[in-house]
């Protein structure tokens, strides 16, 4: 049997893979996949030459969703298997699947969605919910790009929202004191099944819980009740799903549902002994699985 070859899909800034992720090549050679990064948008990329593909750190997609969708058909036309696969993408890309976790009884953090054609007013939308401190982001992002904390009377809110509109739709949520009291919860499953558990905190004065915003993070047991609200949001999401991760803040003993990462989330594996490999045995199931034929 000749060895399989897997694609790790990153962007250009992170040409080598993110420091979280490397581990899993190391993973992956020891189990007989010869896996390497991949740039998505790198025109010398052989994909077909590939027996599996699967996205990481591609922080930059949401920049260029048009060419990132071009080459998410691009896979499917070549028939090289996607994880997660292009469907799942393209349904979590927009934040809008939201919606429909809420509407299958998933608690998500309360949110106002704007249209890009709205002409919103923000004063009068906080206003109308009772909200004094909130966050608008937009409905295509990563990173927290975009994403402002604003209060309401401020005019530099009203000036964060246009700027999300020029380009998209955009969310209104209330500002959550769980986020600087306790924590942002991330709940990470590796096919399909739970694998490990962290607590995101920002840094003093931000909101924004990322480590490329000074936010910190730590390895936590699972609440045992917050984990089954976790992979309730994670059924109700598209599938299937190779990894995911599950963010939410904890109020009244509830998990609010923040964010179901799909697409290139961060997944922690060096907070976990043994994700990595957990990671790469899962990886190696779907890459020696039989290739589906391309599409004519």
Same mark, same amino acid.
């Given at each position: 049997?000749?060895?399989? *070859?897997?694609?790790?899909?990153?962007?250009?800034?992170?040409?080598?893979?993110?420091?979280?992720?490397?581990?899993?090549?190391?993973?992956? $050679?020891?189990?007989? @996949?010869?896996?390497?990064?991949?740039?998505?948008?790198?025109?010398?990329?052989? $994909?077909?030459?590939?027996?599996?593909?699967? @996205?990481?750190?591609?922080?930059? +997609?949401?920049?260029?969703?048009?060419?990132? /969708?071009?080459?998410?058909?691009?896979?499917? #036309?070549?028939?090289?298997?996607?994880?997660?696969?292009?469907?799942?993408?393209?349904?979590? #890309?927009?934040?809008?699947?939201?919606?429909?976790?809420? #509407?299958?009884?998933?608690?998500?953090?309360?949110?106002?969605?704007?249209?890009?054609?709205?002409? &919103?007013?923000?004063?009068?939308?906080?206003?109308? *919910?009772?909200?004094?401190?909130?966050?608008?982001?937009?409905?295509?992002?990563?990173?927290?790009?975009? =994403?402002?904390?604003?209060?309401?009377?401020?005019?530099?809110?009203?000036?964060?929202?246009?700027? @999300?509109?020029?380009?998209?739709?955009?969310?209104?949520?209330? +500002?959550?004191?769980?986020?600087?009291?306790?924590?942002?919860?991330?709940?990470?499953?590796?096919? /399909?099944?739970?694998?490990?558990?962290?607590?995101?905190?920002?840094?003093? %004065?931000?909101?924004?819980?990322?480590?490329?915003? %000074?936010?910190? =993070?730590?390895?936590?047991?699972?609440?045992?009740?917050?984990?089954?609200?976790?992979?309730?949001?994670?059924?109700?999401?598209?599938?299937?799903?190779?990894? &995911?991760?599950?963010?939410?803040? *904890?109020?009244?003993?509830?998990?609010?549902?923040?964010?179901?990462?799909? @697409?290139?989330?961060?997944?922690?594996?060096?907070?976990?002994? %043994? &994700?990595?490999?957990?990671?790469?045995? #899962?990886?190696?199931? *779907?890459?020696?699985?039989?290739?589906?034929?391309?599409?004519?």
């Amino acid at each position: 049997m000749s060895v399989r *070859r897997v694609a790790l899909v990153t962007c250009s800034s992170v040409r080598e893979l993110s420091d979280d992720d490397k581990p899993l090549l190391a993973e992956l $050679w020891s189990l007989g @996949i010869r896996a390497e990064p991949a740039v998505w948008d790198d025109p010398l990329v052989d $994909w077909k030459s590939f027996d599996a593909v699967v @996205i990481r750190s591609a922080w930059d +997609y949401h920049l260029s969703m048009e060419a990132f /969708g071009a080459w998410l058909s691009r896979l499917e #036309a070549l028939g090289v298997p996607l994880w997660n696969p292009a469907a799942v993408v393209r349904a979590n #890309a927009d934040k809008s699947y939201l919606k429909e976790l809420e #509407a299958a009884g998933v608690l998500i953090v309360p949110t106002l969605w704007v249209g890009k054609e709205d002409g &919103a007013n923000l004063d009068r939308l906080l206003a109308s *919910r009772g909200w004094n401190d909130a966050v608008v982001k937009p409905a295509v992002s990563a990173n927290a790009f975009r =994403t402002s904390r604003v209060k309401r009377g401020d005019p530099t809110g009203q000036a964060a929202l246009d700027e @999300i509109l020029a380009h998209c739709a955009a969310l209104v949520q209330p +500002y959550l004191d769980e986020i600087a009291s306790e924590g942002e919860w991330s709940f990470i499953f590796i096919g /399909g099944e739970f694998s490990h558990c962290v607590l995101k905190r920002p840094r003093s %004065g931000d909101f924004r819980v990322q480590e490329n915003h %000074g936010g910190r =993070t730590e390895r936590r047991a699972a609440p045992l009740e917050l984990l089954a609200q976790a992979r309730n949001a994670l059924i109700a999401g598209p599938r299937p799903s190779l990894y &995911a991760r599950v963010d939410g803040v *904890r109020r009244d003993g509830e998990l609010f549902i923040v964010e179901l990462e799909l @697409i290139e989330p961060m997944l922690y594996l060096s907070h976990a002994p %043994g &994700a990595a490999r957990r990671f790469a045995e #899962a990886i190696k199931e *779907r890459a020696s699985a039989p290739r589906p034929s391309p599409k004519l």
